[in-house]
C-alpha cells in the first residue's frame, strides 16, 4: 500500500542520512587544506558541555511532549463537535498550522540551507557559482507535484475498486458531514447519483491521504536535521531559544499534520504510525547528534553539502505542500468561498501563524 511506501521512504531517508554523517564527518581539513580557517571559533562562555548536556535532555523531553500533544490534539479532539473537519474553529486552526508549515519552509528551512551551501567551508568551485539552494528547492518542489499527481493516477486507476467497500462507512460520514454543502447527500437518490457521489468521496479521501503522507516525509527530514544540530550544539547560549523555538514549531506544526491525517480517515494503527514517526524524529535527531558530537563536525564540506541539499529539498516540499495542498485547496473549497467572513479569519489565522514562525526566526 502507498501508506506502507511513505513510510519506507521515510526510513530510508533516515538511514541515509546517518550513514551520510558517518562515512567523512570530519573530513573538511583533508579536502580542502585551504578551508581550515572557516571552522566556527567556541563561544567562551557559551561553551559548556556539562550545561549543554543538561539542557538537550530538557530539550529532548520538552520537544517529545510538545510534538505528542501537537499532532495529537485534532486526533484526540474529533469527539467534540466543535473541532470536526467540517467546523469553522477546525478550519481556523488548520489555517494557523498551515501557515506555522509555511513559515518553517521560507524563514527557517531555506536559509539554513543557504547557509550551509554557501558556508566559507565549502569550495569556491562550484558552491559560490551557482544558486544550488534555490534550484534544489526548486526542483524538489516539481517532485513533490509529480509524487502528488501520480500517487493520484495510481490510486485511481487501481485503487478504487478494491478500497470501495472498505471505506462504505468512510464515505458515509463524508456525506453526512457536508450535509450543509450538499442536500442531495442526504436525500434520496437513484443509484446512478449513488454511484457519483461515492466515487467524489474516494477521490477526496484519497487526496487527504496523499497530502499526509507527503506532508509527513518532508516534516521527518527537516525535524531529524534539526535535532540533529541540536545534539551536536555545545553553545548554551543558542540552545535555549532553540528549544523554545522548537516547541512552538512542533506544536503547531503537529496540529497541521494531524488535522491532515484526521481528514484522510486513516486506521487507527496508521494513525498511531503517522504520530510516532512525527513525534519521534527530532528527538531521535537529538540522540543522534548527542551520538555523533565528538566525531560530528557540522563545518565539514561532507555534512554542510547533505544538511544544504536536505534542508533544501525539503523547503521545496513543504513549501508547496503549504501553498497547494494546504492553503489553496481549503481556501478555493466551497467552505471557504460562501463565507467571506469565515475567508477573512481564515486569512488572519495563516498570517498570525506564519508570522510566528517568522518571529521565532530571530532566536532559531
Given at each position: 500500500?502507498?501508506?506502507?511506501?511513505?513510510?519506507?521512504?521515510?526510513?530510508?531517508?533516515?538511514?541515509?542520512?546517518?550513514?551520510?554523517?558517518?562515512?567523512?564527518?570530519?573530513?573538511?581539513?583533508?579536502?580542502?587544506?585551504?578551508?581550515?580557517?572557516?571552522?566556527?571559533v567556541n563561544a567562551g562562555g557559551c561553551y559548556?558541555?556539562?550545561?549543554?548536556?543538561?539542557?538537550?535532555?530538557?530539550?529532548?523531553?520538552?520537544?517529545?511532549?510538545?510534538?505528542?500533544?501537537?499532532?495529537?490534539?485534532?486526533?484526540?479532539?474529533?469527539?467534540?463537535?466543535?473541532?470536526?473537519?467540517?467546523?469553522?474553529?477546525?478550519?481556523?486552526?488548520?489555517?494557523?498550522?498551515?501557515?506555522?508549515?509555511?513559515?518553517?519552509?521560507?524563514?527557517?528551512?531555506?536559509?539554513?540551507?543557504?547557509?550551509?551551501?554557501?558556508?566559507?567551508?565549502?569550495?569556491?568551485?562550484?558552491?559560490?557559482?551557482?544558486?544550488?539552494?534555490?534550484?534544489?528547492?526548486?526542483?524538489?518542489?516539481?517532485?513533490?507535484?509529480?509524487?502528488?499527481?501520480?500517487?493520484?493516477?495510481?490510486?485511481?486507476?487501481?485503487?478504487?475498486?478494491?478500497?470501495?467497500?472498505?471505506?462504505?462507512?468512510?464515505?458515509?460520514?463524508?456525506?453526512?458531514?457536508?450535509?450543509?454543502?450538499?442536500?442531495?447527500?442526504?436525500?434520496?437518490?437513484?443509484?446512478?447519483?449513488?454511484?457519483?457521489?461515492?466515487?467524489?468521496?474516494?477521490?477526496?479521501?484519497?487526496?487527504?491521504?496523499?497530502?499526509?503522507?507527503?506532508?509527513?516525509?518532508?516534516?521527518?527530514?527537516?525535524?531529524?536535521?534539526?535535532?540533529?544540530?541540536?545534539?551536536?550544539?555545545?553553545?548554551?547560549?543558542?540552545?535555549?531559544?532553540?528549544?523554545?523555538?522548537?516547541?512552538?514549531?512542533?506544536?503547531?506544526?503537529?496540529?497541521?499534520?494531524?488535522?491532515?491525517?484526521?481528514?484522510?480517515?486513516?486506521?487507527?494503527?496508521?494513525?498511531?504510525?503517522?504520530?510516532?514517526?512525527?513525534?519521534?524524529?527530532?528527538?531521535?535527531?537529538?540522540?543522534?547528534?548527542?551520538?555523533?558530537?565528538?566525531?560530528?563536525?557540522?563545518?565539514?564540506?561532507?555534512?554542510?553539502?547533505?544538511?544544504?541539499?536536505?534542508?533544501?529539498?525539503?523547503?521545496?516540499?513543504?513549501?508547496?505542500?503549504?501553498?497547494?495542498?494546504?492553503?489553496?485547496?481549503?481556501?478555493?473549497?466551497?467552505?471557504?468561498?460562501?463565507?467571506?467572513?469565515?475567508?477573512?479569519?481564515?486569512?488572519?489565522?495563516?498570517?498570525?501563524?506564519?508570522?510566528?514562525?517568522?518571529?521565532?526566526?530571530?532566536?532559531?
Open positions: 500500500m502507498a501508506s506502507k511506501g511513505m513510510i519506507t521512504a521515510q526510513t530510508l531517508f533516515l538511514s541515509l542520512l546517518l550513514l551520510s554523517f558517518m562515512l567523512h564527518p570530519t573530513s573538511g581539513n583533508e579536502e580542502n587544506g585551504n578551508l581550515s580557517d572557516c571552522r566556527v559548556n558541555k556539562t550545561k549543554a548536556l543538561k539542557l538537550k535532555i530538557i530539550a529532548f523531553i520538552a520537544i517529545l511532549v510538545a510534538s505528542m500533544v501537537g499532532v495529537g490534539l485534532p486526533l484526540f479532539s474529533q469527539s467534540a463537535s466543535v473541532l470536526q473537519p467540517d467546523r469553522q474553529l477546525f478550519i481556523l486552526v488548520k489555517a494557523f498550522a498551515s501557515g506555522v508549515i509555511l513559515g518553517t519552509g521560507y524563514m527557517h528551512v531555506l536559509p539554513d540551507s543557504f547557509d550551509c551551501l554557501t558556508s566559507p567551508c565549502l569550495p569556491e568551485q562550484p558552491w559560490k557559482k551557482f544558486p544550488f539552494t534555490t534550484f534544489i528547492a526548486m526542483l524538489s518542489a516539481i517532485v513533490t507535484l509529480m509524487i502528488d499527481s501520480f500517487a493520484m493516477s495510481y490510486h485511481k486507476k487501481y485503487g478504487m475498486g478494491q478500497t470501495a467497500p472498505i471505506q462504505n462507512v468512510e464515505l458515509e460520514e463524508n456525506r453526512i458531514s457536508h450535509s450543509d454543502e450538499s442536500k442531495e447527500a442526504v436525500q434520496p437518490y437513484k443509484y446512478g447519483d449513488s454511484v457519483k457521489v461515492d466515487e467524489e468521496a474516494a477521490t477526496a479521501l484519497l487526496r487527504h491521504r496523499v497530502v499526509a503522507q507527503v506532508l509527513e516525509l518532508g516534516i521527518v527530514v527537516h525535524s531529524v536535521i534539526i535535532g540533529l544540530s541540536l545534539g551536536a550544539s555545545m553553545n548554551t547560549c543558542t540552545i535555549g531559544p532553540l528549544v523554545a523555538a522548537l516547541c512552538f514549531h512542533q506544536l503547531f506544526e503537529g496540529m497541521g499534520l494531524g488535522g491532515c491525517i484526521l481528514q484522510a480517515h486513516f486506521g487507527n494503527k496508521m494513525k498511531v504510525i503517522f504520530a510516532f514517526f512525527f513525534a519521534a524524529t527530532t528527538p531521535f535527531g537529538i540522540l543522534l547528534g548527542l551520538g555523533l558530537s565528538n566525531v560530528y563536525s557540522e563545518d565539514s564540506p561532507t555534512a554542510l553539502i547533505v544538511v544544504g541539499v536536505l534542508n533544501a529539498s525539503s523547503a521545496g516540499l513543504l513549501n508547496y505542500m503549504a501553498l497547494v495542498n494546504l492553503l489553496a485547496s481549503d481556501f478555493m473549497g466551497s467552505k471557504l468561498q460562501s463565507d467571506v467572513k469565515l475567508q477573512m479569519w481564515a486569512y488572519v489565522s495563516v498570517l498570525l501563524g506564519a508570522g510566528g514562525m517568522s518571529l521565532m526566526a530571530t532566536w532559531a
